[in-house]
């Protein structure tokens, strides 16, 4: 993300009273390609990636059991549904400002890749914040949260929700170019950037924050403790593993959003920013789909080995049987044979 830029200017200097009175950042500076050339680079390998657990995904699992793999594979899904619908239009509106070195014009289309960006930002902000209530409540209160049937009330909260708030924000006109990229107007909608993103960020992060750490603790406590029987250790065993899953989803967000969160908390105080600021915003909220990628082969990996360690259980406990059952045949009368 790239609306970091809040820049004060007389009413003599409005022209439309949009972000096209700004002036493009770097022009004047000569660090115009120092910005938009990483976002670039950033944003396609971001893009390589989610595309790439999307392909992984449904490659080695039935895509019309989908619903039935376990939530943190639908959730890397998600997730990459997110990052791949970000980079595609955050690419388009960088990709112009290259070519033109001027904002995105005309404003329909610059508004029209605000608002697909306001919607996947705040459906991943939304999606990790319910990854980090649902491993909080599975690993302290032992209970899965129901998404119901189809994952419809997941999918309607973290999509259709900023849908709506997508939709509010363009209907009144706040959405539009900024110095760097088309999110929310430069001029007109700084009340609503710090109600849209700056005060739903910050607040999804101190929350995700208080569960990632108390989700830790609590496995933390249930991995040191001796007092389970083997079948409730194996049950045990699961949840802890989904919800360490999960929990990398959020700390994943921590590393790809913290910066921005940090940066808008420094808005709020002064409009000055160092200008290395833009550059790690620009690397760190442009590379999701790496971070998820990463989450992704890490849990396929631990899905496999457990699935391995499973199968030679499974061997074990049938050559046992298979013994018992071949010593009760060679002394039928269980008087004479003690088997232990």
């Given at each position: 993300?790239?609306?970091?830029?809040?820049?004060?200017?007389?009413?003599?200097?409005?022209k439309?009273?949009?972000?096209?009175?700004?002036?493009?950042?770097?022009?004047?500076?000569?660090?115009?390609y120092?910005?938009?050339?990483?976002?670039?680079?950033?944003?396609?390998?971001?893009?390589?990636?989610?595309?790439?657990?999307?392909?992984?995904?449904?490659?080695?699992?039935?895509?019309?059991?989908?619903?039935?793999?376990?939530?943190?594979?639908?959730?890397?899904?998600?997730?990459?549904?997110?990052?791949?619908?970000?980079?595609?239009?955050?690419?388009?509106?960088?990709?112009?400002?290259?070519?033109?070195?001027?904002?995105?014009?005309?404003?329909?289309l610059?508004?029209?890749?605000?608002?697909?960006l306001?919607?996947?930002?705040?459906?991943?902000?939304?999606?990790?914040?319910?990854?980090?209530?649902?491993?909080?409540?599975?690993?302290?209160?032992?209970?899965?949260?129901?998404?119901?049937?189809?994952?419809?009330?997941?999918?309607?909260?973290?999509?259709?929700?900023?849908?709506?708030?997508?939709?509010?924000?363009?209907?009144?006109?706040?959405?539009?170019?900024?110095?760097?990229?088309?999110?929310?107007?430069?001029?007109?909608?700084e009340?609503?950037?710090?109600a849209?993103?700056?005060?739903?960020?910050?607040?999804?992060?101190?929350?995700?924050?208080?569960?990632?750490g108390?989700t830790?603790?609590?496995?933390?406590?249930?991995?040191?403790?001796l007092?389970?029987?083997?079948?409730?250790?194996?049950a045990?065993?699961?949840?802890?593993?989904?919800?360490?899953?999960?929990?990398?989803?959020?700390?994943?967000?921590?590393?790809?959003?913290?910066?921005?969160?940090?940066?808008?908390?420094?808005?709020?105080?002064s409009?000055?920013?160092?200008?290395?600021?833009?550059?790690i915003?620009?690397v760190?909220?442009?590379?999701?789909?790496?971070?998820?990628?990463?989450?992704?082969?890490?849990?396929?990996?631990?899905?496999?080995?457990?699935?391995?360690?499973?199968?030679?259980?499974?061997?074990?406990?049938?050559?046992?049987?298979?013994?018992?059952?071949?010593?009760?045949?060679?002394?039928?009368?269980?008087?004479?044979?003690?088997?232990?």
């Open positions: 993300m790239d609306n970091l830029t809040n820049i004060s200017i007389t009413s003599s200097e409005l439309d009273g949009y972000g096209y009175d700004l002036p493009v950042y770097g022009l004047d500076n000569g660090l115009f120092y910005l938009h050339v990483p976002a670039l680079l950033c944003i396609l390998c971001s893009f390589t990636c989610a595309c790439t657990v999307i392909i992984l995904s449904f490659r080695h699992k039935d895509y019309r059991k989908f619903f039935f793999w376990t939530k943190s594979e639908r959730f890397a899904v998600y997730l990459a549904i997110c990052d791949g619908g970000f980079n595609t239009f955050h690419s388009m509106d960088h990709m112009q400002y290259v070519i033109t070195k001027d904002h995105v014009r005309p404003i329909e610059c508004q029209f890749y605000g608002f697909m306001a919607e996947f930002v705040a459906a991943q902000i939304l999606m990790v914040n319910v990854i980090a209530i649902n491993a909080f409540i599975l690993m302290v209160f032992k209970k899965k949260i129901n998404f119901g049937k189809y994952d419809w009330r997941l999918l309607v909260w973290t999509f259709g929700l900023p849908f709506v708030g997508s939709t509010a924000v363009a209907v009144t006109g706040q959405l539009g170019p900024n110095r760097i990229s088309c999110y929310f107007d430069g001029v007109k909608a009340i609503a950037s710090i849209f993103t700056t005060v739903p960020l910050l607040l999804v992060l101190v929350v995700n924050i208080v569960l990632y108390i830790l603790h609590r496995i933390k406590i249930e991995t040191i403790s007092q389970l029987g083997l079948q409730r250790r194996h045990c065993d699961k949840s802890k593993r989904a919800a360490t899953h999960m929990s990398m989803f959020v700390c994943a967000f921590f590393i790809q959003w913290g910066p921005l969160a940090l940066t808008l908390a420094w808005t709020l105080i409009n000055e920013r160092p200008f290395v600021f833009y550059h915003v620009t760190f909220s442009n590379i999701g789909g790496c971070f998820n990628l990463c989450i992704y082969l890490i849990i396929r990996h631990t899905n496999n080995q457990n699935r391995h360690k499973s199968n030679e259980h499974s061997q074990m406990d049938s050559n046992e049987i298979n013994a018992i059952t071949h010593a009760a045949a060679l002394h039928p009368n269980p008087r004479k044979t003690s088997i232990c």
